[in-house]
């Protein structure tokens, strides 16, 4: 071999191995950035799986801190009903107490004639007088001063038929008071110490408003 041909075999050997140093380097930065490229992935993932881990983890906890919070309200809740009724309770059985004793007082039978009087000096129609059985024994009282009440109205002058009264027990009543009918008009006015009672309970009830609202784990 001459030395022409040995150089051109050494240029040949020289590119070859120029070439081969190329892909080589070109093939490792490719796999390098394959490597990274799927590195990043993995990462991504891991990081994107433990952020939906945490939150479904901090979800669970909410769930469960919204569920003992609703449930230590809602016996909250139940507790003041119940004391709260509790105290309706004290506070109208003594309202009760001091309207029987009211009712077995000295002043009563003269505040009922009143109110008897004061009822049907504004009605004209004729009227039967509801009253505790117990009160029977003012029933004569009542009539009495019916009576004057009509001769007052009669003294001023009317065209009406003198109006007519009668008197007759209702168990229905059992703390005093007395409740008018008029059977011709259609008429009842119900002027008992019961219904007193009764409305004012209603009332209470409605200035104090429920004890127990919505549910707020319902709302949540």
Same mark, same amino acid.
């Given at each position: 071999?001459?030395?022409?041909?040995?150089?051109?075999?050494?240029? =040949?050997?020289?590119?070859?191995?120029?070439?081969?140093?190329?892909?080589?380097?070109?093939? *490792?930065?490719?796999?390098?950035?394959?490597?990274? $490229?799927? #590195?990043?992935?993995?990462?991504?993932?891991?990081?994107?799986?433990?952020?939906?881990?945490?939150?479904?983890?901090?979800?669970?906890?909410? $769930?469960?801190?919204?569920?003992?919070?609703?449930?230590?309200?809602?016996?909250?809740?139940?507790?003041?009903?119940?004391? $709260?009724?509790?105290?309706?309770?004290?506070? =109208?059985?003594?309202?009760?107490?001091?309207?029987?004793?009211?009712?077995?007082? +000295?002043?009563?039978?003269?505040?009922?004639?009143? #109110?008897?009087?004061?009822?049907?000096?504004?009605?004209?129609?004729?009227?039967?007088? =509801?009253?505790?059985?117990?009160?029977?024994?003012?029933?004569?009282?009542?009539?009495?001063? #019916?009576?004057?009440?009509? +001769?007052?109205?009669?003294? =001023?002058?009317?065209?009406?038929?003198?109006?007519?009264y009668s008197v007759t027990p209702d168990k229905n009543i059992r703390l005093g008071g007395a409740r008018f009918y008029s059977?011709?008009?259609?008429?009842?006015? +119900?002027?008992? #110490? *019961? *219904?007193?009672?009764?409305?004012?309970?209603?009332?209470?009830?409605?200035?104090?408003?429920?004890?127990?609202? +919505?549910?707020?784990?319902?709302?949540?």
């Amino acid at each position: 071999m001459s030395v022409r041909d040995e150089e051109k075999l050494m240029r =040949f050997v020289n590119e070859s191995l120029g070439e081969a140093e190329e892909i080589a380097a070109r093939i *490792d930065a490719e796999v390098s950035a394959e490597e990274a $490229r799927r #590195l990043e992935e993995g990462e991504h993932k891991i990081l994107t799986e433990a952020y939906e881990h945490i939150q479904s983890e901090l979800k669970n906890i909410r $769930r469960e801190n919204s569920q003992t919070i609703s449930r230590e309200i809602m016996e909250k809740r139940r507790e003041l009903l119940l004391y $709260r009724e509790q105290i309706m309770g004290k506070v =109208f059985d003594l309202t009760r107490e001091k309207l029987v004793g009211f009712a077995a007082g +000295d002043t009563y039978c003269k505040w009922l004639v009143k #109110l008897c009087v004061d009822v049907l000096r504004k009605q004209s129609a004729s009227f039967t007088i =509801f009253l505790s059985p117990k009160d029977m024994q003012y029933k004569y009282n009542i009539l009495e001063a #019916l009576d004057a009440l009509l +001769d007052e109205k009669l003294e =001023f002058g009317t065209s009406d038929a003198a109006p007519v009264y009668s008197v007759t027990p209702d168990k229905n009543i059992r703390l005093g008071g007395a409740r008018f009918y008029s059977s011709a008009h259609g008429i009842s006015i +119900d002027a008992t #110490l *019961d *219904d007193g009672l009764n409305a004012e309970r209603s009332h209470f009830n409605s200035l104090l408003g429920p004890a127990v609202c +919505d549910d707020p784990e319902a709302q949540a």
